[in-house]
């Protein structure tokens, strides 16, 4: 036999409010922890599903909207390494590929991007090794490239720094 009372009509307002106190205390409570992020447990999620986002938009042709959501996946989880270095074989690889991009100019932009964003992750991604050996293989890409790719040094000097991330993937110093 069943003698529970039906709840009061007033109850589940209350309790509403109340779970809605609870999780913006929370809420708040996270952002004073991790400023500029989402609510710390929940920024790797959403980080995730913002880079899932962003490949998708990347194989659709969408790279303005696929980088965007490579940046906000990347201010929501900022020590993660794996996003960064996809972020620099974006640019790096995929932008800067001669089949993609037929102006030399523009190809060597992205690779100066790749390597303006591999040195922001520096300080950031936690190991940095995946970043660097990310950037070791755009840049020995972009050396071996036809049409070479305007660089200072030329494919030289593309191959000398590819060396000297490998070298700092591996352990070793820049």
Same mark, same amino acid.
Not at 1 to 26: D, E, F, K, Y
Not at 154 to 167: D, F, I
């Given at each position: 036999?069943?003698?529970?009372?039906?709840?009061?009509?007033?109850?589940?307002?209350?309790?509403?409010?109340?779970?809605?106190? #609870?999780?913006?205390?929370?809420w708040i409570?996270?952002?004073r922890e991790?400023?500029?992020t989402l609510?710390?447990?929940?920024?790797? +999620?959403?980080?995730?599903?913002?880079?899932?986002?962003?490949?998708?938009?990347?194989?659709?042709?969408?790279?303005?909207?696929?980088?965007?959501?490579?940046?906000?996946?990347?201010?929501?989880?900022?020590?993660?390494?794996?996003?960064?270095?996809? +972020? #620099? +074989?974006?640019?790096?690889?995929?932008?800067?590929?001669?089949?993609?991009?037929?102006?030399?100019?523009?190809?060597?932009?992205? #690779?100066?991007?790749?390597?303006?964003?591999?040195?922001?992750?520096?300080?950031?991604?936690?190991?940095?090794?995946?970043?660097?050996?990310?950037?070791?293989?755009?840049?020995?890409?972009?050396?071996?490239?036809?049409?070479?790719?305007?660089?200072?040094?030329?494919?030289?000097?593309?191959?000398?720094?590819?060396?000297?991330?490998? +070298?700092?993937?591996?352990?070793?110093?820049?």
């Open positions: 036999m069943n003698h529970a009372q039906p709840a009061p009509p007033w109850a589940r307002p209350v309790l509403a409010c109340g779970a809605g106190l #609870v999780c913006g205390a929370l409570g996270a952002r991790a400023p500029g609510a710390g447990p929940l920024a790797p +999620l959403w980080a995730a599903v913002s880079f899932l986002r962003s490949d998708q938009a990347m194989q659709s042709g969408e790279a303005g909207a696929a980088l965007g959501r490579a940046e906000a996946a990347l201010r929501l989880c900022p020590h993660n390494p794996d996003g960064w270095a996809s +972020l #620099v +074989l974006w640019q790096g690889g995929t932008l800067a590929s001669a089949a993609r991009e037929s102006d030399g100019e523009r190809r060597r932009a992205w #690779v100066e991007a790749a390597l303006a964003t591999a040195e922001r992750a520096r300080g950031r991604a936690r190991p940095f090794a995946p970043v660097a050996q990310a950037l070791a293989a755009v840049l020995w890409t972009q050396a071996q490239s036809d049409p070479p790719l305007p660089w200072p040094g030329g494919p030289e000097g593309l191959a000398a720094l590819a060396q000297r991330y490998a +070298l700092e993937a591996q352990g070793g110093q820049p």
